[in-house]
Structures are given as structure tokens and as C-alpha cells.
């Protein structure tokens, strides 16, 4: 079967740094994506990962274990504007669809 | 067009009634996927499409749920009978391959009552 973990929600302080935690169990593996998601509108792709390591693109990184079935999003220098959801989704082997985690709403505060 | 367009983008249905939902995708993406989206969860998986074949249909939550992309550009989600369970942000994805993404539309945002 298909099952992929990441905490309901998290909360963290403008200009902080937050790291949202993300496992996987999936029949095969070709690839693991972070997307955005703000309230009542489209998911906004933010990384996609298929080899292991850290990729870093601004303030945003994302991190993949294969051997683990484990990645990380890290957000650093928080800003209001960041409070959203952030969804993890695998591609399984041998498909192109996307399996979605159930999301981790953040909340940024002053 | 520069995005992934879906019409309506609300819908209010009678249980009972049918509806239809559309999406555009960006030109030239050969997949299209159908996600269903429910309060505070992730989305879950309908069907997807490649080009005008329909690879893979197997999260269609029943058979009042059919979709269709005849020409392998637009895409419409068909709901029959529909029940409050209904109830959902419909989103359509469109990609040309994974490593360039995928790019989701806004949604349906469909109530049944």
C-alpha cells in the first residue's frame, strides 16, 4: 500500500527557521514533491527531489532519503506570507500520478 | 493559456443532480490528472490521463464518477446523482513530464445540498 506521514500542523515565529518532516512507505519510488498550498487556492510546486541529498533553492530546501523513506522541507527566514500548507507527495513506481500527504498547515506569527 | 484553467470555479448542485466539471490544462502537457480535495486533508487521486487514453481510473470513489478527454486537451469530470459526500475541491493537474512538474488549477469548489 501507499502511506505518507507528515505532522497536521506546526507553528513558528517570523524570521525563524522550521523544518517539516515528511516519511513514506509507497510501492517503489520515482520521486518526491513539495507544494505549497495557501488557502482556498492551487497547490504551487515548490521542489521536486529524486536522488539523494539537499536541494536548495532561496529560502526554501528540501532534503531526500531513499533508504529512509524520509524528506524534509526547511523554511528559513520565515515571512508572514508563509503560512500555508505544505503537502508531500511520492511518485510511485512505474505511474506518473502523485500520492499526497495529508498536509502540514503552518502558521507564522509575529 | 499560461495556466491550468477550471471552470466553474463553484458550483452549488441539489443532491441528486448531475454535474459536470471542466479543465483546461496548458497547452501541450501531455497528463492530466483529476485530484479530489477535501477540508483540511491532502488530495486524493481520481484519474489520469495521457494524452486522450485514460491510464489509470482506480481512485474514482464510485461509478457516478466518469471522466473524459476526447481530443487530449480539455477535460471533463462528470459527477451523476451527486450526494453531499460529493462534497469537495475538485483539481485538475496538467505536466509535459515529472522533472518539470506538475501545474494545478485553481479548483471546483462543489456543494451539494
Known amino acids: 500500500g501507499q502511506n505518507i506521514d507528515q505532522p497536521t500542523e506546526m507553528t513558528a515565529t517570523e524570521g525563524a527557521i522550521v523544518q517539516i518532516n515528511c516519511t513514506y512507505q509507497?510501492?517503489?519510488?520515482?520521486?518526491l514533491f513539495w507544494y505549497q498550498q495557501h488557502a482556498g487556492e492551487a497547490p504551487t510546486f515548490l521542489s521536486y527531489n529524486v536522488l539523494d541529498g539537499l536541494e536548495e533553492k532561496g529560502r526554501f530546501s528540501s532534503f531526500l532519503s531513499r533508504s529512509k523513506g524520509y524528506s524534509y522541507l526547511l523554511l528559513k527566514e520565515l515571512q508572514m506570507k508563509d503560512s500555508a500548507s505544505y503537502l508531500c507527495a511520492v511518485i510511485a513506481y512505474n505511474t506518473d500520478k502523485l500520492i499526497f500527504g495529508t498536509g502540514t498547515r503552518l502558521q507564522v506569527f509575529p | 493559456g499560461a495556466g491550468v484553467s477550471q471552470s466553474p470555479r463553484y458550483k452549488v448542485a441539489k443532491r441528486g443532480q448531475d454535474v459536470a466539471l471542466r479543465c483546461d490544462p496548458i497547452?501541450?502537457?501531455?497528463?492530466l490528472f483529476w485530484y479530489q480535495q477535501a477540508l483540511g486533508q491532502g488530495p486524493e487521486f481520481l484519474t489520469y490521463f495521457q494524452n486522450e487514453a485514460q491510464l489509470d481510473k482506480s481512485g474514482l470513489p464510485s461509478d457516478r464518477f466518469f471522466a473524459e478527454r476526447p481530443e487530449g486537451s480539455v477535460s471533463t469530470l462528470k459527477i451523476q446523482r451527486t450526494q453531499q459526500e460529493d462534497s469537495a475541491v475538485y483539481l485538475c493537474?496538467?505536466?509535459?513530464?515529472?522533472?518539470?512538474?506538475?501545474?494545478f488549477g485553481s479548483g471546483t469548489r462543489l456543494t451539494v445540498v
Open positions: 493537474a496538467s505536466s509535459f513530464d515529472r522533472e518539470r512538474g506538475y501545474t
Open positions: 497547452s501541450g502537457h501531455v497528463s
Open positions: 509507497t510501492s517503489g519510488f520515482n520521486g
